[in-house]
């Protein structure tokens, strides 16, 4: 059952991540007028929160059978009933998995084509995410500033990701864009994201372990975490791969298409080892 929570943890915090990123970073990138990815980008983001609504309820039904002691209890509707009205989780979770009923419904709508309603939604389906797992470990006002630096670390990631998502498409179609124009602002933009990654992951290490970094290092909690700085690290390194190519990107979208699917599979990867950490006791420094 650990596993499959683990693995269900993983879809959805990708799914959403990359739902919330590539509908930030599209204005962003674009501008407002339609783009030629426009279409695939519809249907990638659809798919996206559907794998992102199964994923959601499989995690839920994991938590369930977890509280109750049983797994037949994550189909019994009135044990199912009692966690989503009665526990944190469930009162957060009900919310989480309508906002992503509303988002994967959208294309059916007559307002399918509004950029601003899918970044709001997909902003909100995000926000949800930070009361689960670590975010919900403590009380009062710092479970409050615990949660929003939660929130900010969610968006830094996510735009990131997505972003890079997006960007993978565009340089499927080099020719239709400005390479040079795109990579820039998505490098510039990207700064910021940097920063609000790490200041606001070290702020978590920090609050969660009452230290700067857990030890020993080379087990369970601090382990995961490790691994999970030095995908970080590696997405940093290759990011400033592609921008001191810039200049040549357009005459050589392959090289630079290559560094960018690497850098999202490690960013991808380091989502893995967030969804393994968030199912680990932080080690309490005494």
Known sequence: MADALVLCRFLHFTMVLMLFGAWVFRPLLLGREPALLDPALARTTRWLSVVALLSGVGWLLLITASMAGSSSAAFDPA????????????????????????????????????????????????????????????????GQLLILNQ?????????????????????????AHPLSAILRRFSGIGY???????????????????VFWPTPLLSGFALILSIKVVLVLAMLGLALFNRLRVKDCQQSPGVLRTSVVLEWLLGIGAVAAVSLLGTLPPIIAS
């Open 79 to 142: 044990t199912l009933s009692l966690v989503l009205g009665t526990t944190f989780f469930g009162q957060v979770w009900r919310w989480h998995l309508l906002l992503n009923l509303l988002l994967m419904a959208l294309p059916l709508t007559p307002w399918r084509s509004s950029v601003p309603l899918r970044i709001g939604l997909s902003s909100l389906l995000l926000a949800t995410l930070a009361p689960v797992g670590h975010g919900a470990m403590l009380d009062g006002l710092q």
């Open 192 to 210: 910021a994201l940097v920063a609000g990654l790490l200041t606001t992951g070290l702020i978590n290490v920090r609050v969660l372990t009452g």
């Open 151 to 175: 929130i900010i670390h969610l968006t830094c990631v996510g735009a990131w990701l997505g972003g890079l998502m997006l960007l993978v498409m565009i340089l499927r179609q080099p020719d």
